[in-house]
């Protein structure tokens, strides 16, 4: 959203949005802007989101498992989380087969891994939804 269309929603000047905006982000309140690609469009219309649990053997290994996946191109986003499993990780690749090359390289065969389950998304209801502030009380 433009600094004009949000001043017009806001009801104030398009100066002041981006005063607002120049101290937000000093604040660490908002920490970048960004632009999305439309995924289909550059022929990585398919997203994955893969559960993984680890053995614990040793924490190098467990690191190890962590860096390689927070580099890996196809990953846009993993989660450390509670539950049943250990990781969830969200990827974006162009075909299944894509999808495969990935496991093959990054999960089969992993010293660490104990299971993984594969949930391959059909459409997305909401994603990269707005963080939710709540308002004053007046």
């Keep these: 959203m433009s600094a004009a269309m949000l001043a017009d929603r806001c009801g104030t000047t398009e100066s002041t949005v ?3 905006v120049k101290a937000l982000t000093k604040a660490g309140i908002l920490s970048r802007a960004v632009m999305k690609v439309a995924a289909e469009k550059v022929g990585r219309g398919l997203t994955i989101i ?6 614990r053997e040793t924490a190098s290994q467990v690191e190890a498992f962590r860096r390689s996946i ?9 989660y450390f989380v509670t539950g049943t499993w250990d990781y ?10 894509d ?12 010293s660490v891994m104990v299971a993984s389950e ?6 997305a209801i909401k994603a990269d939804g707005p963080v939710a502030i709540d308002e004053p009380a007046p």
């Design 88 to 97: 969830l990780i969200i990827l974006n690749v162009g075909a299944m087969g």
């Design 118 to 123: 594969t949930h391959v998304v059909i459409q």
């Design 18 to 20: 981006l005063r607002r």
């Design 70 to 78: 927070a580099e890996h191109p196809d990953v846009l986003s993993c």
């Design 50 to 55: 893969l559960s993984v649990r680890l053995e």
């Design 99 to 110: 999808y495969d090359r990935f496991l093959r390289e990054m999960v089969v065969g992993q």
